[in-house]
Structure formats: structure tokens, C-alpha cells
């Protein structure tokens, strides 16, 4: 086997660190604590600019900004008759929340399954986002579900956006998931009926559906925000989310921006992809940002053909048990983990997320030539604050002369003329301006009132703290099932938490339909229990609270505790939701018809 056959083999750990190595390999813990102040500093002056939480932005994209929002592949929803019936299995949304999941549910016979979609086909995010540079930054091999099932195998280490949004529509055509789905089309209302005891569901299209069972399969990061800038609605050039890239404007090669001013606000994951493409094109960038992300090593290449010929069946799941499983590790490093007390193990790991930070900012000093721009783009926060980015073209980008880095020192941009952004007194004249500034990091039914028995809303439930068993069922919401959201495991793979999630539904909706069950729903206890344990989780460190604001803690809300991710680690979610499935008396209770 190769070199390049024996990397694929691997997958992907970006954040195994060696908090065990001696101290004194290290440098003084006294460099350590001045590194953290620093941190906290840079934390404490973006809160103080504006206060913490989502009320920063707005994801309203009505009236004026209504344009935003807008679907610029909208034009291929066929027309259709307003439909008026009733499924076993409905999904509100077309991501691989629900391609997984509707693939689980078809290896236990369910046929009847409908995808209702805004967008004009499946892919979600891959359909969304379809920006010049867009790729995934997780190992191909990895990310892409259903490898095993379908046969297919990655192109490249790193698969590019085109193809994760073909490969999508592979899968819906796999298991015949185009013949229900509709698309172009909102849910509005995701009523339970305690008469029939099913889902009434209303879209925007005047639809009425009834369905026996609802996954919320819409995403948590699938409604374009904008930051809360005055005069956002001034600007007299062109502008655009990059969620909604306006390619009639650009050009599909971005050739139409040669003789134009452009800028792009935000800094993230979609903007450190895109940036690179604008620069190579744009007669001039200039690039506002908030608060830098970390940039590392992008190691990318064709997939090895001969490997791939080596790939036997269950290779894909066999290398997801392995990354589950964890790296393997000595008796040695077990015995010396388990003699540290937890404070010792909080500061050595701690050391070693700093010492990954450094080498970052080491990088950056090695590839930016001006010494100003390199500082400004220098991430001050640990590693998982914000989303880590992972591109070799990036930071070279601000080299070119046509390239302006914009640092606005934690501020933000806080006006917008109609000629373009102010900042420090400054005016950034622009053709140009595209919005990189994210999604609206959502509970769930964001598009839709969710309302359960008594006319309970789904959100007016969540409004003192969202209370979940396993992030997926809520008790009150009977045949209910919400996929990626809060109070579940979280995972750079997110596709892997989803297929799990996915065999979960299945298997629970399996368990309902073969022991004359129509409708299960959580109990209070078994609700209760569970959030008590993302509570007991995320006390355990203080990494959320300590962070620069971004989506990751609520933009610095302090007070959300039971909202985020369950912190365990991705093999105890499993366990217990195996636990769950194995003992479902204990945690459900059924009604028979």
C-alpha cells in the first residue's frame, strides 16, 4: 500500500492533542496563563462593543432585505397542483438529515415518504451554498453518508461543493425519494391532531398534508442571517448572501467582477473559501473582519484509484466504527491519564489547544508579508471556539496587491452608506458587497409553529431552556423526531452524528409500526433525566464561557446552559441511545388504535 493509499485509510482527527507529553517540554505555565489573558481580552473587548447573543443579526429577511433570501435557482420547481393527503413519514427539509434517515427508514419497508423542501431540489446545505471555492472541510471519505450503500467513492480527499450536491441527488434517486418530494415549498404549520392522532402540515403553497410522522430534518445553520448594521438597506451597488450567490452578476467564472469594487463582510467558514476566488478576480477586495478564524493546513488530493479498487464492502462503516473507537492508546498514556486529577488534565489540555493555536499563528507569520495584516489575522481564542477552517489559498491571498484586509478590531461594521461600509472614518466606496455573516443559529421549526397535544408551541416550550431526550424527541410532540439540534452529540463529521440519529428514528418508528403502536412520545422523566445530563456535560468545562462570541456559545450568551451540544463523547451517545431503544418502555409511552 502507499503513501497516499495509507493516509486515505485514516480518518479524519483533527484535534487529538497529547495533553500528556512532560512539562517540560513545554514552555513555562507562566506563558500559558499570559496567552489565556490575552484570549480573555480579545473576548471581552467584542462583548463590549456589543451585547451578548443572536440579537446582533437578524434572519428576518423581509420587506427591504427580502432579497436576500431569495432562492436564485428557484426557477426549476416545476408547477404543481395543491396537495391534499397523507404520508406515513414527512420531512421537512431535503439535507442528509433527511436522505439518511428516509434511506434507514426504506431498509425497514417504510414507502411511503415524502421530503417537502424549500429549495427547487435536495442537497440542503450543498444546495444552498454554491459560492465560488465552496468544498467541505471533512475527509471525503468521512463525510459523505451511504458510501457502502451506494458504491460510490469520493473523487477527491477533500470532495468540492458540485459534487457533495450531485452526490445528494444520487442518493434521492437511490431510494426513489423524488416520488413524494416536493419542493419549492415552506411548511408553515406542523399541527398535532390528538383526534387522529397524526401531523397536520401547511406549507406556503396552500398545501394540507397529514402525516403519521414529522422529522425535522431543516438544519440548524439553513436560514441566512445579516448582521444588524445600520443602513444595511442604503447601499446603491449590488449585494448579496453568499448563501444566495448571485452568479448573474459575476459570471459563472467570477469574470464580470474584473472592473469591480468588491468587499465581503465576515470572515468564517463560507468566506475563507470564497475569498481566494474574489482575489484572483476582483479589480479590488476589501475584506471586513470581525473577528479572524484559524486557518490550517489544507492537505487535499485525488482520490488513489488503486486504492479505491482495494475497498471491500463495509469499508466505510468499518472506518466510522474505528473513529467512534478513537486512536488507540498505550497502557502507559491510560495509567498517567488516570493518576492526573481533572484540574491537571483541564490545564494540559488546555496547554496543548495553545500550543495548536501558536503553530497557527506561526503560519500565519510564515506566508503574510505585511507584518500588520499578519497580526490582524492572527485568531486569539482556542481551538473550537469558532469554527476551525482548514485552506492553503487564504492567507497568500492577502499578498495581492488588489486585497485589503479590513480589520475592525472586534467592532464590526457598523454602517453602511449607499456607497458602501464606514469604518474609523473611513468610506469603502463599492460595486460590490456580499454578506458572509452566517445563519441563524435556530432551536428548531424555524420556518414553522411546531404545536404539540394542549396547542403547546414547540418554541414557547423551548423559551426557558430547551428540554430534548437525546436532542431528538420532545415530550408533548408525539411522533415528533428533530435531527442536529441542540442537546445532542456534536461532531466535526456532522454527518456522522446524523446517520446516527437517522438509525435511531428508524428504528424507533421500526418498533412502532411491528408492535401495534401508532403514536410514542417521551416521558417527562425520561425528558428530564436527559437534560440533566447535557447540564452535568457542559459543567465540566468552562471552554463555551470563556470563548470569543460566535455560534458556538450564542454569540457569548452566558445563560444558555442547557441549550448547547451534549458533551459527551460520541461513543457514550451511542450507548445511550442504544440504552433508550433497548429498555423503550421505560422511556415512552404508546397509544394503541
Known sequence: MGVMAEKQEKPQNVFNFDYTRDAEERPPQEYYEQVKEKFASERDLRLGYRPPGTDNYTSDLSG???????????????????????????????????????????????????IVERGADVGGTWYWNRYPGVACDVVAYDYLPLLDETGYVPSRHYAGGQEIYEYCKMIAERFDLYDLAVFGTTVTSTVWDEESETWIVETDQGDTMRARFVVCANGTLSKPRLAKIDGVDQFAGHSFHTSRWDYQYTGSDLENLRDKRVGIIGTGASA??????????????????????????????????????????????????RAIEGPQVSDAVKARRAAMSREEKVRRQENANIDAMMRIHNRIDEVVEDSGTAESLKPWYMLMCKRPCFHNEYLPTFNRPNVTLVDTEGQGITQITQDGPVFDGVQYELDVLIYATGFEVQQTGIYNQIIGEEGLDLNAKYSDGIRTLLGIHSQGYPNLFIMGGYQAFFAFNLTDVLNSQGEHIAECIDFVRQNDIHSLDCTHQAEEQWVQEVIAHRGKTNRNRDCTPGYYNFEGADNRRQDGNYNGTMKQYLGHMSEIRENMADHFVFTHR
Do not use: C
Open 272 to 321: 475563507v473559501q470564497a475569498i481566494p476566488e474574489l482575489g484572483k478576480m476582483a479589480k479590488e477586495l476589501y475584506v471586513f473582519q470581525r473577528t479572524p478564524s484559524s486557518i490550517d493546513v489544507r492537505d487535499d488530493w485525488e482520490t488513489d484509484p488503486e486504492w479505491a479498487e482495494t475497498l471491500e464492502p463495509g469499508w466505510q462503516a468499518a472506518r466510522r466504527s
Open 64 to 114: 427591504d432585505l427580502a432579497k436576500y433570501a431569495v432562492d436564485p435557482y428557484g426557477h426549476q420547481v416545476e408547477d404543481r397542483e395543491v396537495l391534499n393527503d397523507s404520508v406515513e413519514v414527512l420531512f421537512i427539509g431535503g439535507g442528509f438529515s433527511a436522505l439518511l434517515t428516509s434511506a434507514r427508514l426504506r431498509e425497514k419497508g417504510v414507502e411511503s415518504i415524502r
